[in-house]
């Protein structure tokens, strides 16, 4: 820890583990995809922070419901339902994704269920099937605890950047195939026509024009944790406009700007919640104006108690 309270994430130091824990994220998302009902923008396959990790919250069960449970302060991978079952397994180094895969269906089975999902990671560099995956298997327990620690504390800035907003807005979710933690705006007009060869998931997920901002841990291209906020579509001249903190810029992503602000320079910061949110408020509003979104949409000042 440092002044900020807020861990070190260097993602060198954990790479093997952030991407061990993706996959797992992954075979649990795509089995909640399976079980949910549908819901707009894939909001029904996403995870949300909870005081013990990330949860799927209730999924529909003949009998009731089940939830399933990341426990990252305990590290154990954890099943519950409505009727009071429990069962759990450890989450430690040397468990491949092949052997979560495993004993998450095992734990399952006790609960009569065998759903049927893809058995292969999602976008994702690994291509091996789940079943047969040992070529990961780290977790470093302090790491992935200076995960969830992040996770909690952006979960809560961002839901208090959701009470300054009068529209639609997503929950605070963490969507599995990229591992990223967001809060989406919409504006409440529909998107432009997706290219043609858009992914069922883009089509879904942009089907109305948004403004979205999240974290996420690093990857093979960002090589640090950061904090990231776009626009779309994305406006002409968005990125003439200046972002708070000074520590902030703009980057392009695919032939359109997109804002991020390094985890690693909040951690200077003497207030990182402030800066955070100083952060989400002047890309919403970069955004906002040059997309011509209604000044009504905006919360001011934002709501309370």
Not at 73 to 89: A, I, K, Y
Not at 129 to 144: G, I, L, M, N, R
Not at 281 to 296: I, L, M, N, P
Request: charged fraction near 20%; hydrophobic fraction near 35%.
């Amino acid at each position: 820890m440092n002044k900020t309270n807020l861990p070190q994430l260097p993602l060198g130091e954990w790479e093997e583990t952030q991407i061990t824990l993706h996959l797992w994220l992954q075979v649990v998302g795509k089995i909640k995809l399976a079980l949910m009902p549908k819901r707009n923008h894939w909001w029904h396959i996403t995870f949300l922070v909870s005081s013990k990790g990330l949860t799927t919250g209730a999924i529909p069960h003949p009998r009731g419901n089940f939830t399933v449970e990341f426990n990252f302060v305990d590290h154990r991978l954890e099943l519950t339902t409505s009727w009071g079952f429990s069962n759990s397994f450890k989450m430690e180094d040397g468990l491949s994704v092949a052997s979560f895969y495993s004993k998450m269906y095992k734990l399952l089975d006790e609960i009569g269920l065998d759903p049927k999902i893809l058995g292969v990671p999602y976008d994702h560099p690994c291509k091996e099937p789940f079943a047969t995956c040992e070529t990961y298997h780290s977790y470093q327990s302090d790491y992935v605890n200076r995960f969830y620690q992040v996770l909690v504390f952006t979960n809560n800035v961002f839901s208090e950047f959701s009470g300054h907003f009068m529209g639609k807005v997503s929950p605070v979710q963490l969507y599995w195939h990229h591992m990223d933690l967001a809060v989406t705006r919409f504006s409440g007009r529909p998107g432009p026509p997706m290219w043609d060869n858009a992914s069922k998931a883009d089509i879904e997920a942009y089907s109305h024009e948004v403004i979205s901002a999240g974290f996420w841990s690093g990857d093979q291209n960002v090589r640090g944790a950061a904090y990231y906020s776009y626009t779309y579509p994305s406006p002409e001249g968005i990125d003439s406009e200046e972002l708070k903190p000074e520590s902030a810029n703009w980057q392009d992503a695919n032939g359109s700007p997109m804002a991020m602000l390094m985890y690693d320079d909040l951690l200077e910061s003497e207030d990182p919640g402030k800066d955070l949110m100083e952060f989400l408020e002047s890309t919403y509003d970069a955004g906002a104006k040059h997309a011509g979104w209604s000044e009504e949409l905006k919360a001011d000042p934002p709501l309370d108690n």
